[in-house]
């Protein structure tokens, strides 16, 4: 099993930065490709970005050039920096990860809890 956190949401303005960290912990082999997902009021949950084991990442057009996907291997931790803020950016984002569990010797696919991003104008 994986346990993933989220950190770093919180309320922000128009045009500021945030960073989300996502932290896995648990009995796994290794975690692959990991990923940011988000959910704004209303709305379909939604891809924001992914990035694999190797670090080939992809971003969906509502924010490639403002949020980036980054990961730290040996911290288990995948992280968002996300720079020119719109309030449209509003939303729970949840952290995803395809991880090897040690219990079942599969790939399984995670969910993190989620963490709030508000953006005011």
């Known amino acids: 099993q994986v346990q993933l956190v989220e950190s770093g949401g919180g309320l922000v303005r128009t045009g500021g930065s945030l960073r989300l960290s996502c932290a896995a912990s648990?009995?796994?082999?290794?975690?692959?490709?990991m990923g940011w997902y988000r959910r704004a009021p209303g709305k379909q949950r939604e891809l924001v970005a992914t990035?694999?084991?190797?670090?080939?990442?992809k971003h969906a057009d509502s924010v490639k050039g403002r949020f980036t996907i980054s990961r730290d291997n040996a911290k288990n931790t995948v992280y968002l920096q996300m720079n020119s803020l719109k309030p449209e950016d509003t939303a729970v984002y949840s952290c995803?990860?395809?991880?090897?569990?040690?219990?079942?010797?599969?790939?399984?696919?995670?969910w993190g809890q989620g963490t709030q991003v508000t953006v005011s104008s």
């Open positions: 995803n990860a395809m991880a090897i569990s040690i219990t079942t010797r599969v790939e399984q696919n995670y």
């Open positions: 648990g009995s796994f082999f290794r975690i692959n490709a």
């Open positions: 990035i694999t084991s190797g670090g080939s990442t």
